[in-house]
């Protein structure tokens, strides 16, 4: 039986250091008032000369080079990004001209929050039919060119940080399904209904005016995200545990057998929730939120990372992932580490 294995990990964030008192420069906000809401205590900016290929391209080489890969040994690379480098080429491209793995398809994949688990997926079904033996896959954002820094966009702009993640994903054969470490299942959902609820809807061709990008858009602020806070809480409140049960009972397994959960960074209080509606002790969920805020397509590698490096995860470690954002989009995967 042919499955998908991590092999490589790997993440980066930049060097500035914003703590929420920072942001009392752009906006009327507190760290009181940011704390309370989220969780979040800093996040990282990058500088003027950082794209979100250069950060997936750092996050890249650590899992290659922990994977003891090079980028001629790939057979695919998968991107998920809400922060493209341009419009078009998708920055899987910019990613792998960066790399130098030519030739290999590069596919971008915008499913936001869910992105990470969304490309793993896609992956993974590549890998299982055969069809590719080495995948990588990075998730990685750069919002803070993209934020509303004033007080007007305040609700969204204190949430996002800048990051990468990064795995390597190889085909292995499976001997003991108990005990190998693969993954076991990906759950991917979405309902376009909500796709307004959270999203940047400029520049697009979706605006009824005669250019994807006008004066007067810059003005209305059109091009910044906006988000229904309240629904999107909500939501990702009931599907975050939902999709986690699914991928349970997918598995005929119970919550408490799972060593870790390592979900998506949205909000602390969504976490606290997920893990009250699941009756999970506080120390099998893994946050990074108040460290790194919501790096989206970016938070699942990056707890990965840091779970690593708390010495949580571990050859052997059984996880669950899940996340839920703009589309909505949700997902949830399980995995032997
Ligand atoms: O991956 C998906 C990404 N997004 C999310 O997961 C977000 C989910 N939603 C949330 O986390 C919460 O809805 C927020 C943290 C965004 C907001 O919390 P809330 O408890 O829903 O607050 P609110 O929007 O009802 O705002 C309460 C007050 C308002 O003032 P008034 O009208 O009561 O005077 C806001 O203007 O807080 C004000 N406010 C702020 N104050 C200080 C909004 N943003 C800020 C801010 N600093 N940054």
Known sequence: MIRSRFTGLGMAVPPNCIKN???????????????????IEQRYWVDEGVSTSDLGLEAANVALEQAKLKPADLDMILFATLSPDHEFPGTACFLQGKLGAPGIPAIDIRQQCSGFIYSVAVADQFIRTGAIRRALVVGAEVHSKGL????????????????????????????????????????????????????????????????????????????????????????????????????????GL?????????????????????????GLPDEKV?????????????????????????????????????AFGSGYTWASMIYRW
Request: hydrophobic residues 35%.
């Open 21 to 39: 008192n920072d942001l009392q420069r752009y906006m009327d906000t507190s760290d009181d008032w940011i704390r309370q809401r989220s969780g």
């Open 148 to 251: 509303d820094l004033t007080t007007r966009g305040r609700d969204v702009s204190v949430l996002f940080g800048d990051g990468a993640g990064a795995v390597v994903m190889e085909a292995t054969s499976i001997q003991n399904p108990k005990t190998d470490s693969f993954l076991w299942s990906t759950h991917l959902h979405a309902d376009g209904t909500h796709a307004q609820e959270l999203w940047t809807a400029a520049p697009g061709t979706g605006l009824k005016t005669k250019e994807r990008i006008l004066q007067p858009h810059l003005e209305e602020a059109v091009h910044y995200p906006k988000m229904n806070g309240k629904s999107v809480f909500i939501h990702a409140s009931q599907k975050m545990p939902e999709s986690l049960q699914e991928a349970l009972l997918a598995n």
């Open 254 to 278: 119970s919550s408490e057998e799972i060593d870790l959960y390592v979900l998506h960074q949205a909000n602390l209080r969504i976490n606290q929730k997920c893990a009250e509606v699941m």
């Open 286 to 322: 893994f946050n990074t939120i108040q460290k790194y805020g919501n790096t989206t397509a970016a938070t699942i590698p990056i707890g990965l990372v840091e779970a690593e490096k708390a010495s949580r995860l571990k050859q052997g470690t059984l996880v669950a992932s899940a």
